[in-house]
């Protein structure tokens, strides 16, 4: 395993032993001749810039000419694909600057590295997550993000190729959370990893479930009064859950990319109010248009419409409130946030709807 590992860059034979046995991991590093960029790297949490990073990186002097830099980067062994992008650094190894090659080749005579670099550059500390180093990456349109110590030394660089797996697994890990789904869960891991994995927020669904059935239970006696009210029960619960999981689905993608912040929490929920107002106008004249043409019955169709409207505005609120407030209790926004949205949308519409139907039992047509 040693001789197999010193045949691979120093980032990848970092991430085998840290996923094997310590002890196991120990013996290996020991019999490896150039362990000790490995070792450095293994001093790092694996979802941290200092564990993502490769040690195997270009950095020229600042103070050298661009003829020296293009010498010594004609003369080393390097493919040209590793010096896609070069970086500049002072006599303590400090990072001041990035380049790229074209720099080097095009400068006038008697430049210096200084002259040409560009020294507004992005970088990460060691222990910044790897999700923030990706957004940087998104968000300045950069190949590869250099990584610093405290002191400001280079230590690494990552890659691109490296970062978009940090998003694609970010996201997949989002979306499994969502739906109450441990981010690593695998379609082939065991029956009795799945169940360990997914029955927990099954048991907090069915909990969830059991609230919404004895919210409807209060209502038995005007159900038993009118069984129309029945048919309508699931338009207004399901109509409003489908609206608030549009409105989290994007609020809990915006975290997940840096797009929202705390502040935002207030401009976002005038935002979705008027929006939950202006789709809950149309969908309730509709739906009163259709109950009324069946029916005929003016009163039942008032009170679908307005039950629809009332839970279409309480689900776009809380796609709002509730990932903001899983943050503030520091817990992971995507944890689950659909489930608790259904439980609020139809024990809402439960009671927004038999209230309703309750207070105008009267002059609803018993037939």
């Known amino acids: ?21 310590w002890a196991d991991a120990s013996n290996i590093l020991a019999r490896m001749e150039d362990r000790s960029a490995i070792s450095k790297l293994l001093l790092h949490q694996d979802d941290d810039a200092g564990g993502l990073m490769s040690t195997e ?20 062994d390097l493919e040209p694909e590793d010096m896609r992008q070069l970086f500049a650094v002072d006599d303590d190894g400090r990072l001041v600057g990035v380049l790229e090659l074209p720099d080097l080749v095009f400068a006038c005579a008697g430049s210096t590295v200084t002259d040409v670099m560009n020294p507004d550059v992005v970088s990460v500390l060691t222990n910044t997550d790897q999700e923030e180093a990706a957004r940087l990456m998104q968000r300045y349109e950069i190949r590869s993000v250099p990584v610093v110590d405290a ?18 697994a970010e996201a997949t890990e989002d ?30 669904n069915l909990a969830t479930v059991l609230a919404t059935g ?33 409105t989290l689905t994007i609020i809990v993608r915006s975290m997940a990319i840096g797009d ?46 307005g039950a ?3 839970n279409m505005l309480i689900a776009g609120l809380s796609g709002v409130l509730i990932p903001f407030t899983l943050r503030a209790l520091k817990a992971d926004p995507a944890t689950s946030s659909a489930v608790f949205l259904t439980t609020v949308t139809d024990i809402a519409g439960i009671a927004a709807y038999m209230g309703l139907a309750a207070s105008f039992l009267s002059l609803l047509d018993k037939n």
């Open 57 to 76: 990186f270009v950095a020229i002097r600042d103070s050298w000419t661009t003829t020296r830099a293009i010498t010594v980067l004609r003369n080393s």
């Open 151 to 168: 002191d400001g030394r280079l230590e690494g660089a990552i890659a691109i190729e490296d970062l978009v797996d940090v998003v694609e």
């Open 308 to 310: 629809l409207f009332l």
């Open 214 to 246: 004895f919210v409807l239970n209060l209502f038995t006696e005007t159900l038993s009064s009118l069984t129309i009210l029945a048919v309508f029960l699931p338009v207004v619960m399901g109509q409003a859950g489908i609206s608030g999981n549009q």
């Open 1 to 21: 395993m040693a001789r197999v590992l010193e045949n691979v860059s120093n980032d990848v034979a970092a991430d085998v032993l840290r996923g094997i046995d």
């Open 175 to 204: 979306m499994f959370r969502m739906l109450g789904v441990r981010g690593d869960a695998k379609s082939i891991e065991s029956v009795r990893g799945s169940v360990r994995n997914r029955l927990p927020w099954l048991l907090i």
């Open 260 to 305: 929202t912040a705390p502040g935002d929490a207030r401009k976002l929920l005038v935002r979705e109010a008027l929006l939950a107002i202006a789709q809950g106008i149309v969908l309730a004249g509709v739906i009163a248009g259709v109950v009324f043409l069946w029916r005929g019955d003016p009163y039942l169709a008032g009170i679908v419409a």
